[in-house]
């Protein structure tokens, strides 16, 4: 697990992830045929691009800290790795889908969706955070949460 000394590490985890997501659920969008499946896919895909901007805000208000690595890139790379570990089994559920199998597509969003409330909870335990970067981070949890009852929600609706 990621151990973060500084705030702004999970913030930078936060935006990699999301922007991770929203090309995580562009894909899916063409793996459904259901229109309210569709129409799911791409709201939560408009939730990730405008969650990244929004840590993105956030990490550029508090960005005034020293990269924990020498040479230049090499931070970036850290963090870009981080995201993509937690990022990489889903994207191998979405090679793997065909165009008719919807319920895998939910599968696979409802996964990550816990997954990332699984990742965020974890820094919130393990982490020394201030009173007010654990109110940032709880409402990305909170963020997360809502996108999980979406998606369950609607597997729940859709019958296969």
Do not use: C
């Not at 997501?21 to 899916?28: A, I, P, Q, S, V």
């Amino acid at each position: 697990m990621l151990k973060v000394k500084n705030f702004a590490d999970v913030l930078e985890v936060a935006v990699r992830i999301e922007r991770k997501g929203g090309e995580f659920y562009n894909k899916l969008t063409s793996f459904v045929r259901s229109p309210e499946a569709n129409a799911v896919f791409s709201y939560l895909a408009a939730e990730e691009e405008k969650h990244a901007g929004l840590f993105r805000q956030l990490l550029q208000k508090i960005a005034e800290y020293p990269p924990r690595y020498n040479y230049p890139g090499e931070y970036g790379l850290f963090i870009e790795g981080v995201a993509s570990r937690f990022l990489d089994k889903a994207e191998k559920g979405v090679l793997s889908l065909t165009a008719a199998n919807e319920n895998d597509a939910l599968d696979i969003g409802i996964e990550l969706e816990k997954e990332s409330i699984l990742f965020y909870l974890e820094i919130k335990t393990e982490s020394k955070l201030s009173p007010k970067e654990d109110k940032i981070l709880q409402k990305i949890i909170d963020e997360e949460r809502s996108h999980w009852r979406k998606l369950f929600s609607l597997k729940n609706k859709i019958k296969f």
